[in-house]
């Protein structure tokens, strides 16, 4: 669409950013593409001079541009500079912090997942640390407020205080940039694999290829675990060679445009690297989105993956960033996915998994009074089990929270807290 591309540099150039619809109107009727741009320029300079606030013009277009991509759908949006470096920066695995995950076990907090080379790996903290302090502030059990505490300004510093077996540690980490390829794995004892992304950023296939090739170096896997719980998607480039491993031929994906038009075709094809003969269930949630829905849907179409969880985001639209002279960008809905069959996912219609089943849920704290007395007023520990079920299946929704998956320990140690994963290790078995 040239002439949108066009548009966009126009009214930016010339203040204008807002009045698609006069534009559009206009094109339609035959007139010139840029009619109704006086109009448009009128209105902005009319803000600037009377509105009640003094507002600089790139203000005035700053706002016009978030109105005008606000109401074509929920995924086109205006990204000013800082925050589309900030999105560009993610899209490639750069982050800023400590690179710790951290995740509550029971009524603790603990070290989940450390980035290679991440500042707190480099300064000593290991995975499954309890957190016990941050700058000398106790944790107890309050993940988001410790999660929190971590961040800052690159450079600063921050006194992070773990316990590991039985013994208090204290290391003082410096907030910094690191590079994050969220993909990591390990494997049971019987040769289950699992293997999880977290986003489909700039060398996640490669990342993908390296784990797998590393969990077969420690004996022939059984069955593999592909966790895409909590993936926003990311780069389609990164995403379709992954489900390529995985499939000896088949559409992936295919993108189409405006009129239907045929985009783009990605199709499986052999090769050395592919997994073929071991069996695959793949981990969704209502977080599974885009890419994410791309890989999963299409191991799904073309039978060779059980889904199991949750129904996914429902997101089958591709967006495109176009640079804005100022710094900015505008990321637009493109086109849409279809996988085999001409399957489109959408809000409506989202993957749905072949193994429904929910996530554990944290009760709220009038909850857990509840349950703390009836274990305490019921001696027998089989009726204790039994009214504490009864208690969780009436108490209302917006009294539990869903966990999110669970990454510290063993995959046997986290099956315990996390149905879902258990669920996939038993149909692996």
Not at 233 to 262: K, M, N, Q, S, Y
Not at 350 to 355: A, G, H, R, T
């Amino acid at each position: 669409m040239p002439w949108a591309a066009g548009l966009v540099a126009v009214c930016f150039s010339a203040g204008l950013g807002a009045g698609a619809a006069v534009v559009r109107t206009a094109h339609a009727q035959g007139a010139s593409p840029y009619a109704g741009l006086e109009t448009l320029a009128r209105v902005l300079t009319t803000v600037e001079d009377r509105y009640l606030e003094d507002l600089p013009l790139e203000a005035v277009v700053h706002r016009s541009l978030e109105g005008l991509a606000s109401k074509l759908d929920p995924w086109t949006v205006y990204l000013p500079p800082e925050r589309w470096r900030q999105v560009h920066a993610a899209s490639v695995g750069q982050a800023t912090g400590v690179g710790a995950r951290l995740e509550r076990i029971g009524d603790r907090v603990v070290v989940g997942r450390l980035v290679p080379d991440g500042p707190a790996a480099l300064a000593g903290v290991q995975e499954g640390d309890t957190v016990d302090a941050v700058d000398g502030e106790p944790i107890g059990d309050r993940v988001d407020a410790a999660a929190g505490a971590l961040q800052g300004e690159i450079g600063s510093t921050v006194e992070l205080t773990v316990l590991r077996n039985g013994t208090s540690l204290t290391r003082t980490l410096t907030r910094d940039d690191y590079l994050d390829v969220p993909v990591w794995g390990g494997r049971s004892d019987d040769g289950i694999g699992w293997v999880r992304i977290g986003a489909f950023v700039r060398g996640s296939s490669g990342r993908v290829d390296r784990v797998l090739a590393a969990l077969e170096d420690e004996g022939e896997l059984r069955g593999l675990i592909l966790d895409l719980r909590d993936n926003g998607g990311g780069l389609l480039d990164e995403a379709t060679p992954i489900a390529d491993r995985f499939l000896a031929e088949g559409l992936v994906v295919e993108t189409r445009g405006r009129g239907d038009e045929v985009l783009s075709t990605f199709r499986a094809g052999p090769a050395d690297t592919d997994i073929l003969d071991i069996p695959l269930v793949v981990l969704i949630d209502g977080d599974s989105a885009s890419a994410a829905e791309v890989v999963s849907g299409a191991l799904q179409a073309l039978g060779r993956a059980q889904l199991v969880g949750t129904p996914s985001y429902g997101k089958g639209f591709v967006q495109r960033e176009f640079l804005l002279p100022e710094g900015g960008a505008l990321r637009l809905t493109v086109s849409r996915y279809l996988l085999h069959g001409e399957r489109g996912i959408t809000r409506d219609n989202p993957l749905q998994p072949d193994v429904s089943v929910q996530r554990s849920s944290r009760p709220s704290p009038r909850l857990r009074r509840l349950r703390d007395a009836l274990r305490a007023s019921t001696p027998d520990v089989d009726a204790q089990e039994a009214l504490i079920a009864d208690l969780m299946a009436t108490a209302d929704d917006d009294e539990t929270t869903p966990d999110p998956p669970a990454f510290a320990g063993t995959l046997e140690e986290r099956a315990r807290r996390d149905p879902q994963l258990a669920r996939a290790l038993r149909l692996l078995r």
